[in-house]
């Protein structure tokens, strides 16, 4: 429940200062709504929102139970999803480890290019066999 609360908090702080209505035609608040609006007041409605929260679940005892199992339900999802990924994380990493070293960049000698080119016989140049087009 906090959670919610803090994410409605800063959803609220970002809201204020993200821009809107800046069409003067828009339905908007206009300049001078806008500016009676000054910090104080939006902590003082802040404040009177977070107390008049506080006490929805003794009005509400259901919705704050179903609320207080879906919390529980996702949480446990994020912490097998986490799990999840921790263990796959941990095993590739071992599977890196514990195979070979990487080997490590060697520079070949002209000699030896020179002998892995034209090791095909005449037979392997034939193209293969095709059968008569229909």
Do not use: H
């Amino acid at each position: 429940m906090f959670f919610l609360l803090r994410t409605a908090f800063w959803v609220s702080v970002l809201l204020m200062f993200v821009p809107f209505g800046s069409d003067p035609k828009s339905a908007g608040p206009n300049a001078e709504d806008r500016a009676a609006i000054d910090g104080m007041a939006a902590l003082a409605a802040a404040g009177a929102t977070i107390s008049d929260v506080s006490g929805f679940c003794s009005r509400q005892p259901g919705a704050c139970d179903v609320g207080q199992q879906a919390l529980k339900m996702v949480g446990e999802r994020a912490a097998a999803g986490a799990a999840a990924v921790q263990s796959y994380l941990a095993t590739n990493k071992a599977a890196q480890t514990s195979t070979a070293p990487r080997p490590t960049a060697t520079t070949t000698s002209a000699a030896d290019s020179s002998a892995s080119r034209n090791t095909l016989t005449t037979s392997d140049r034939k193209p293969a066999w095709r059968g008569p087009a229909a």
